[in-house]
Nanobody
Framework: QVQLAESGGGLVQAGDSLRLSCAAS????????MAWFRQAPGKEREFVAA????????YYTDSVKGRFTISRDNAKNTVYLQMSNLKPEDTAVYYC?????????????????WGQGTQVTVSS
């Protein structure tokens, strides 16, 4: 089973950028669909970005399109989330997740492995 560890969170101002990393160990991420989710206080965990099973194209939730970019480096067994033009509403704990389910759009229930999360706080 793969293990995931996120890093790169922090406190930033609106308009700033951050890059989150998700380092995997135990197994190669090339056998998994990798995704990012986030959870704000008092809210449900929500999808942010992932790679599609077919062709591996990235896709995003509407609120981050054009601002966030998901990427992966299979050689480093690491997935990244580059976040630009951050907004206060992006404040949340960000989680990296892995799935072997063949689904069109990944949901939290589809993921079998989760990292511990990293806090991102955006001040206005």
């Amino acid at each position: 089973q793969v293990q995931l560890a996120e890093s790169g969170g922090g406190l930033v101002q609106a308009g700033d950028s951050l890059r989150l990393s998700c380092a995997a160990s135990g197994r190669t991420i090339s056998n998994y669909i990798m995704a990012w989710f986030r959870q704000a206080p008092g809210k449900e965990r929500e999808f942010v970005a992932a790679f599609r099973w077919t062709f591996g194209n990235p896709y995003y939730t509407d609120s981050v399109k054009g601002r966030f970019t998901i990427s992966r480096d299979n050689a480093k067994n690491t997935v990244y989330l580059q976040m630009s033009n951050l907004k206060p509403e992006d404040t949340a704990v960000y989680y990296c997740a892995a799935s072997r389910r063949v689904v069109r759009e990944i949901r939290p229930d589809d993921c079998e492995v989760w990292g511990q999360g990293t806090q991102v706080t955006v001040s206005s």
